[in-house]
């Protein structure tokens, strides 16, 4: 058999069989379609519309930082500078391209004043960003940065500074890491003084390192500058004579407030025990502590006054009325209130004079409780003073529907009732302004902030000032209140303590006056807890801390004397020891 010869490829027989000439015509449509489609799109993502891979190129180096805002200053009434945020650098890292040698680790370590060990837990993070170090000066800023390390950043921020220091520490607080208010009126005037960051568009290398810096997108704004009503000077007189007072009788604690009575601005506020606000290590509680706000006491006979003015603005007596004391206690039901001293008849003159808590037991019990409750309401107690301090105490009222008699009486001079100094200092106000109380305000204002509310009628506050004045004189419980040259209004305060419900053998001693007593331009409330050198009683640890504070501020303000530049009446042993007695 002969042997076929295979037939080549291009002699199949398959081949023989045409296709249809549409389906090749077909084909090339499609083919030219989608051709000319990609060159459209191309067209139109390169020519028209090439916001798309601008973005997406931009993203892989372009970037939008903070530009931030410097927080507003803190001034005084003068103008004199009391918080400040200067300028400092931050050190921040890439932990994945923190590739650091030993030597570099090293040196860096050191400059942050930290371990080689502490270092290297915060660079083997598995986030992408990792703070170092925050608020370093630029001085050591600028020692880091020419290490050159790879992964290593900087940034600025802004860190608070308290020229003032211990000074004004409970005034104005503090600021967190972020220049955030966290004590004190940078706290209560967080908002004004904290600024808007702004933004920026920058190019960065593929390490993070800014190489051009593009263009502004939002301009920062800076925050507002905060003038308060203190006057740093008066601030420093209050703060050494309370300081001065907590060594001489070892107090636990003390605080001191002053007064604008003409606008109802608060001059100078101080507590004790008080801290460093530039530096906050070892911080405890109760340095943080504005008492004058936040802490709470029994005013004792600094309430008295404003039962006698009751008593008057309701005709129940006149300055000369005559109440009979003797023989030195009262029984109201099953308990007995006494006086320290006895002194028989008294007018109601010398019942301030003298702190006889019988003789104001005796005007307090012809007053409906009503009427005591409404006027506590009227001075501010039991409620806050509303100066958007953090903090603020609202003291402690109970309803007149859950009074005793007995509850009546005690509160009458100071007892069963709680208050707080600013709000003492400012009940005082009604006496030194004719019967009128004004708002307070810890900024600086020109004229009073609201119209005053009347609790007293002008005779009867004018009565009190006169009361007051004799009070604060050589016959009466706070004869170390006196200044030379000036006549002084006031009344002592001496009250046990309350410890688990029952009152302990310590003390709250206090002072609120007014001078000059002819013309009232400041109110000043002193505070000292647990006095413990021996003596507790307002007359000999508050008044003479009152009088230091009151003489210097006068002074400081341009006051002029309304009494005759002679020596101070000095009484003799005798009567210090039977005035120290009395001196509730």
């Known amino acids: 058999m002969r042997k076929q010869r295979p037939l080549p490829f291009n002699h199949n027989p398959l081949l023989k069989n045409g296709l249809p000439a549409w389906r090749s015509r077909l084909v090339m449509s499609c083919l030219l379609a989608c051709l000319l489609a990609l060159v459209g799109r191309a067209l139109y993502l390169q020519g028209v519309n090439n916001e798309f891979l601008q973005a997406k190129g931009e993203s892989r180096y372009a970037r939008a930082i903070e530009a931030p805002a410097t927080r507003g200053r803190v ?11 200067t300028p400092v650098r931050s050190i921040w890292a890439i932990p994945s391209d923190a590739r650091l040698s030993p030597a570099d680790a090293r040196k860096l370590a050191e400059l942050l004043e930290t371990s080689v060990e502490e270092l290297n837990g915060r660079l083997a993070t598995s986030h992408d960003f990792v703070y170092l170090k925050r608020q370093l000066s630029p001085e050591l800023a600028q020692e880091i940065a020419a290490l050159k390390l790879p992964g290593i950043h900087q940034q600025q921020e802004y860190r608070r500074y308290y020229p003032g220091g211990e000074v004004m520490a409970h005034v104005l607080g503090f600021t967190g890491v972020d220049d955030k208010g966290q004590e004190g009126v940078e706290l209560a005037f967080d908002k004004l003084l904290t600024g808007t960051p702004g933004a920026r568009r920058v190019i960065r290398d593929r390490r993070g390192q800014v190489v051009e810096d593009v263009e502004a997108i939002r301009p920062p704004h800076d925050g507002q500058d905060l003038v308060l009503a203190m006057d740093a000077k008066i601030q420093y007189l209050a703060y050494s004579a309370l300081n001065q007072a907590m060594q001489t009788h070892k107090a636990k604690a003390g605080a001191a407030v002053v007064l604008d009575v003409r606008t109802g601005e608060v001059l100078a506020l101080v507590n004790a025990p008080t801290y460093n606000p530039n530096n906050r290590t070892n911080l405890s509680g109760a340095q943080l502590r504005n008492r004058v706000f936040t802490d709470t006491y029994e005013p004792g006979s600094t309430m008295k006054p404003f039962i006698v003015g009751l008593a008057l603005d ?29 002194h028989g008849a008294l007018t109601v003159a010398q019942v301030i004079q003298k702190s006889s808590n019988v003789g104001t037991v005796k005007m307090a019990m012809n007053l409906a409780p009503e009427e005591m409750w409404r006027m506590f309401n009227e001075l501010g107690f039991g409620t806050p003073l509303d100066l958007g301090f953090p903090g603020e105490a609202s003291g402690r009222l109970r309803p007149v529907k859950t009074w005793k008699p007995i509850e009546q009486a005690t509160m009458s001079f100071g007892h069963g009732i709680s208050v707080s100094l600013i709000q003492m200092a400012h009940a005082y106000l009604a006496f030194a302004r004719d019967g009128e109380l004004l708002p307070l305000s810890l900024t600086r204002v020109d004229i009073p902030l609201a119209a005053g509310k009347r609790v007293y009628s002008v005779e009867t506050a004018r009565q009190m000032r006169y009361m007051l004045e004799l009070a604060a004189g050589p016959g009466g419980t706070a004869p170390r209140a006196q200044i030379r040259g000036y006549r002084v209004a006031g009344k002592t305060g001496t009250a046990h303590k309350l410890e688990g419900g029952r009152y302990a053998n310590k003390y709250v001693s206090s002072f609120v006056g007014f001078a000059p007593a002819s013309d009232p331009r400041l109110i000043v409330a002193v505070m000292i807890d647990e006095p413990s050198a021996g003596q507790y009683f307002g007359g000999t640890v508050a008044a003479p801390v009152f009088a230091q504070i009151t003489e210097g501020a006068l002074r400081v303000l341009g006051v002029a004397p309304d009494a005759p530049l002679v020596p101070l009446q000095v009484a003799s042993k005798a009567e210090q020891a039977r005035t120290a007695r009395r001196g509730m």
């Open 75 to 85: 001034i005084d009434r003068h103008g004199d500078v009391l918080a400040i945020s």
């Open 314 to 342: 309701r005709g129940k007596v006149e300055p000369t009325t005559v109440i009979d004391t003797a023989p030195g206690r009262v029984s109201i039901g099953r308990a007995t209130i006494s006086d320290s001293h006895r």
